[in-house]
């Protein structure tokens, strides 16, 4: 069974940094492209940042350029986003799922989404 699972996310103030993860079982996992997303309540949920299959091409979102980083270690199954600089307005459900490699416009493959993992900044 497939299963992508999100983890570290928390709770911040503004200015500070957070690590979030997403470790892949159940398939293949070095030969896909794969992105983040979020989602607050009652909007739709955007693409954040997309990675290639071996890390070597990367997309982000205008809001997050600069303050993001998005990696991965193929050999751990593991998408990494590494988040700084936090603002309030980054308050959102953060999630994992594959992509299409063109990564822009980040484009979702297929349903298959983890639970997220709830990242909070504060002012």
């Known amino acids: 069974q497939v299963q992508l699972v999100e983890s570290g996310g928390g709770s911040v103030q503004a200015g500070g940094s957070l690590r979030l993860s997403c470790t892949v079982s159940g398939l293949a996992y070095s030969g896909r492209c794969m992105g983040w997303f979020r989602q607050t309540p009652g909007k739709e949920r955007e693409g954040v940042a997309g990675i290639s299959q071996y890390g070597g091409i990367t997309y982000y979102a205008d809001s997050v350029k600069g303050r993001f980083t998005i990696s991965r270690d193929n050999a751990k199954k593991t998408m990494y986003l590494q988040m700084a600089s936090l603002k309030p307005e980054d308050t959102a459900m953060y999630y994992c799922?594959?992509?299409?490699?063109?990564?822009?416009?980040?484009?979702?493959?297929?349903?298959?989404w983890g639970r997220g993992t709830q990242v909070t900044v504060s002012s």
């Open positions: 799922t594959f992509i299409g490699c063109a990564l822009n416009p980040m484009q979702p493959l297929g349903a298959l």
